[in-house]
Structures are given as C-alpha cells and as structure tokens.
C-alpha cells in the first residue's frame, strides 16, 4: 500500500478542524504536555526533585515521588484512553446525525429524494424562476399500481416501484431533479427549458420506457404513466401553488386514458376543485352505506312479464344534492374505491333480492377495474354464500371493452362464476373495440343491446339493420338479447318482430327503491290483467 494511501487513511481531510471537539481536547492536553515540560526545563525540577528525596530520605519521600509519578503516569494514559473514547463517541454521533438528516430528506425504498428535499430544491429554482429562464415541475402517477399491488402483495409493489424509480431515472439528463412523493406519485424538476418542447419531450421518453413490461418475481405487469406538467413563472412561483396545478394537470391526464401527458390550464381548477370535493363525500358515502341500489324492471317480451331486476346505483348526497353514476363511478375507480363500493352495493343487492320470488334474477354491473383482479370470481362467490342468494339467480354484466383489456383474467373470473351457476351477460354489445371471434371465445349468456342504437330504431334504416344483425347474431349462438333504453312503443314493436328476448328502460319503469318494488309488480299485474 502506498505511504499517501496509508496517511490519507489515518489522517483524513478534515481531522485537523477547530469546530470539532476531539481536536480542540486534542490541542488542550497537548498543550498542558508542552506546558510542563517547559516547566520542567526552565526551573530544572527533576534534579531538584532529585536532591529533595535525598535530603528528606527519613521522610520516604522518594517513595512518595514514585508513586506520585506512577499516579501521574496512569492519570494520563486513562485520560488518552478517554480522550479516545470520547472521539468515537462523537464520530457516532455525528455520523448518526448526518445519516438522520439523510434519511429525513430521502425516501428509504427508492432512495430518491423524498417530497421535504423536492420542495426545498423546487424553492431554490424558483427563486432564480423569469421568463427566460422557465422552469417545468412533473407530476407522475404510476397506472395500474394499485390493483398489482392489492393482486400480488406489497413486496411485488414495492419492487415495481423502485424499478419505476430506476427506469424514470435513466432517462433524465443532469441538473433534472427527481422524487418520490409518496405512495405511487413522483415528481421531477426540469430547470432552464427552452421551450415546452423539453418537457414533452421528457413526458414521452419516461412513458416509453415504462411502457415496456414489468417482470418482477414471475409476475409480468403491464403500467402506464399520466404526466402533469405546470411551468414557472407562468403557471405560479409559489412551490405549493406550482405543485398544486401539477397535480391538477395529472388529474386531467389520468381521465385521458393510460400514459398520458396535459399541461395545467387554467379552467382545470374548478374542474378539480369539484372533483375533490365529490371524492371526498364519496368516500364517507361507501363508509356509511349512503349510496344505495335502485332496480330497473327487466321484462320478458314474450307477454311482458318481469322477470328480473337491474341493481343500479344511486347516491343523493346531503351537500352536493344528486349525483349521477356516470360522474362518481369513473371517480370511485380512480381513487380505488371501486372495489369497496361494489362489494357493499353487491351484498345489499343480494339482501334485496332474497325477498323477490325465486324465479326473478337480480343484474348487477362489474367496473373494468374490478375485473382486473384475479380473485374477483371468488369474492363474488363469497357474498353469494354470505347472503344465501342462490348462484343461478345472479347475472353479472361485463362491458365489451373489460373483457379484451385483460382477457385471461377475464377468461378465469367468467369461467368460476359460470361453474357455479352464475349467468354472464355481455353489457354495451357494439360499443367497444373487440372482434367478434376475441368476444365469441368467452362462454356467455346474454347480450345486451346498447341503447345507442335501439334509440335509431325509429329514426334510422341504419339503426334497424345493425339490431337485427345483433338479434341475429345472438340466435344463431343461442344467447339470450336484452335491449336497453326501449322507450317507444314502436321500438319495442319492432325487438318483438326481430326476435329480442328481453326488454329494460323506461316504457316498462324507471329504476327504483328496493320498498317500491312490490308496487311496481302489482301495477304490472294489473296492466296484464287489463290486457288480457
């Protein structure tokens, strides 16, 4: 080993530094040392000593000497070996003190900066923030986080999330600054951009490489990424109104679809302000069961009999009055409360149903989100046995768009519920992007009829032609139709010609409560007796 080597190593860069105490008790006993010894010179004390002892013999005062000398000699080695002990008591806690500030400022699992340091650097840039030298601040959520993570476990979320971390952090160039936030939200600071040009540009360079599969411990997951970008000066210098419109920007991203990019705009604000606050009640709602089921009549059109309801939900909110589930449900399924709210309207559904006649069969509708979990199958099973509702008397329509999004999940969770009994009906036949051969290799029951086009029936030769070819289509494969939205007489004049089995919308009833049920049937009753 090299001299230099080995002195670096035993005196390192800063051990000669008066703010440390080691050196200052270091210099103290040093210079009581030298102090002494100049004592000892000047004054010639140890012929003196010397001369004393051998005068003063009767007195055994060399014997006195020699253990003062011993005292003196162990007095200082004990106060080295303290001095030494001291040192490294401090070195400790020193090195214990820098690792606490580091890991204050850091997230532990990543090991990026944690959102304390991002708002410290963001302060700093923005302090030298002006129109010319702008400064762009990313917000990034990981897509489909959540339901790996609920599917295979922590550890398997924990690991996607530092390969997400590692990934993002190959791409970015120097002087960028990226952090964890927390949970699966990142966040990136890109000083000094030329134009909005640079952080596109990064946005689609961090979303092609997480587009590219995940494989972590055998499983094999699929992310996006949505990106908000907000810019300063432009966009606000104050760094928690910068990463509030950031977050407001990715909010819109994420309603875009998967991995994709939006710039803050002004108008997001209220937009966002809304939705935050329809989330908020949303989730004291499913904590309280405030949001209920409403039942729509499904009739058979072979003499108009009810042979079944559609569980539909209903949320009348004490602040925000009537909100409808085309708003709250995309909410519920962004915020992960999809599952909670679907298992609670499920089981309340399933009560309800037990008291209708044995022959009517209860409808109920799986978000695509529910339906990429792999368990979801058994879950339903499970309420079924909970709430003694028979597994024939239950029909789960699935969107044509759920299904092809993750087909052999879909494959697994159609195949348990069929097993046992459960009936598969395919909602909004038509609407989404599946080829007829992806649909047809599912076993299903029924198809439904989007009211798109039983709404063209009357207005259209289009409309006629695309149900009949539906109708049809279902025949020739011997599944049962259900048009949705009949609300004329004569569209239901003509799904009776063409062979349509069922019928929902509001010539026959809209939805309603559970305690209105036994008078919806009693009308139609009477409308059948009237009939015949």
Known sequence: MKLSTRLSRAFPADWFDWNRRDTRDALVLAG????????AHVYDLPPHL????????DWKMDDIIFVVFMLSAALMIYGFRRYQDLSREIKARTDAELEARNLARHDPLTGLPNRRFFKEKLEEYLGAA???????????????????????GHAV???????????????????????????DEFAIIKPEIASLDDPTNLAR?????VAEPFVIENVTADFGVGIGIAIAPDDGVDPDELLRRADRALY????????????????????VERRIQIERELRCAIASDSIVPHYQ?????????VIGFEALARWQSKSLGCIPPDVFIPIAEEAGLIHSLSTRLLRRACLDASAWPDTFVLAFNVSPVQLRDP?????????LGQTGLSPHRLEIEITESALVENIEIARTVIDELRAAGVRIALDDFGTGYATLSQLLSFHLDKIKIDRSFVSRLDKSEDGRVIVRAVLGLAKGFGLTTTAEGVEEPEQLAYLKANGCTEGQGYLFSKAVAAADIPALLLRHARLDCAAA
């Open 205 to 209: 360079r961090i979303a092609a490489t």
């Open 252 to 271: 819109r991203a994420k309603t875009a679809g998967r991995s994709s990019v939006r710039f803050f705009e002004s108008e997001m604000d209220a937009h």
């Open 297 to 305: 009549p499904l009739v058979s059109l072979d003499g108009n009999r």
């Open 130 to 152: 002006s129109a010319t030298h702008q400064v762009a601040v990313l917000m990034l959520d990981l897509d489909g986080f959540k339901t790996v993570n609920d599917t295979y």
């Open 157 to 183: 979320g924990d690991k996607a999330l530092s390969e997400f971390a590692r990934r993002v952090s190959k791409v970015l160039r120097k002087g960028t600054f990226l952090a964890r936030m927390g949970g």
């Open 375 to 383: 368990t979801l199958g058994l879950r339903i099973l499970s309420i």
């Open 50 to 57: 010397l001369q004393f002892g051998l005068d003063h013999a």
């Open 32 to 39: 009581i040392g030298i102090l002494t010894f100049a004592a």
